[in-house]
């Protein structure tokens, strides 16, 4: 069985900070995705990799995906407490399915 | 905008009960799925569909059958329920695999049951 390994679990900052979530895995992907879970909706996609070593950005969110197509990052500059969520990654394993890492929760103070 | 619609977004049952989770989406996806969401569990995946009337079993799909009849709507059916299976139970949609090589999923609101 795949698995996608979060982390970490928890990170509460204060307004501005940066911060790194990391999403790793041993096996291979042939894409990635992060979603963002707010309290009481659904998980929304926020962005799909797909090549090794791809990096996106989101206004303040960059997403990059290891050269092996293993892992992945999420980095957030100056966050802001609308940024207060679930941040998941699911990994899309060779027949098309979602493996979801268990999340990362994230807390902005102001 | 996808919408996935769930017709409940809490539930209470008692142990025994059989329950049922509607979930409708109004974008024509030819895929459906029922993930069950638990603390530092992640989602797991229950049931999925990639068409009317077929059906495939996820990770988790023991005590949990699922019934699709039209396209659009996709229902979780627990046949017996059990404090096991208090959680959060998610729906999603999704275009068809393949092609571009991924395929986002659009999620509901989530339905929380409670099993007592």
């Known amino acids: 069985t795949q698995l996608l390994e979060q982390s970490p679990q928890f990170l509460s900052i204060q307004e501005g900070e940066n911060l790194t979530v990391y999403c790793n895995s041993s096996?291979?992907?042939?894409?990635l995705q992060w979603y963002r879970q707010e309290p009481g909706e659904g998980p929304v996609l926020l962005v799909t990799v797909v090549t090794g070593g791809e990096v996106k950005k989101l206004k303040r969110l960059t997403f990059q995906f290891g050269d092996a197509r293993k892992d992945s990052s999420l980095h957030i500059t100056a966050a802001q407490p609308g940024d207060t969520g679930l941040y998941l990654c699911?990994?899309?394993?060779?027949?098309?399915?979602?493996?979801f890492g268990s999340g990362t929760r994230l807390l902005v103070r102001p | 905008d996808v919408k996935v619609t769930q017709s409940s977004r809490y539930l209470v049952k008692r142990t025994g009960e059989k329950v049922f989770l509607e979930c409708v989406q109004d974008m024509d996806h030819e895929n459906m799925f029922w993930y069950r969401q638990d603390p530092g569990l992640g989602l797991r995946l229950i049931y999925f569909?990639?068409?009317?009337?077929?059906?495939e079993k996820g990770d988790i799909p023991e005590g949990y059958s699922v019934s699709r009849e039209k396209k659009e709507r996709f229902s979780l059916i627990l046949e017996s329920a059990s404090t096991n299976q208090t959680s959060m139970y998610l729906c999603?949609?999704?275009?068809?695999?393949?092609?571009?090589?991924?395929?986002?999923?659009?999620f509901g609101n989530g339905t929380r049951l409670t099993v007592t």
């Open positions: 096996s291979v992907f042939s894409s």
């Open positions: 569909s990639y068409d009317v009337k077929m059906k």
């Open positions: 699911a990994g899309e394993d060779s027949s098309y399915k979602l493996i």
């Open positions: 999603a949609s999704s275009p068809p695999w393949g092609g571009t090589g991924f395929s986002p999923l659009h």
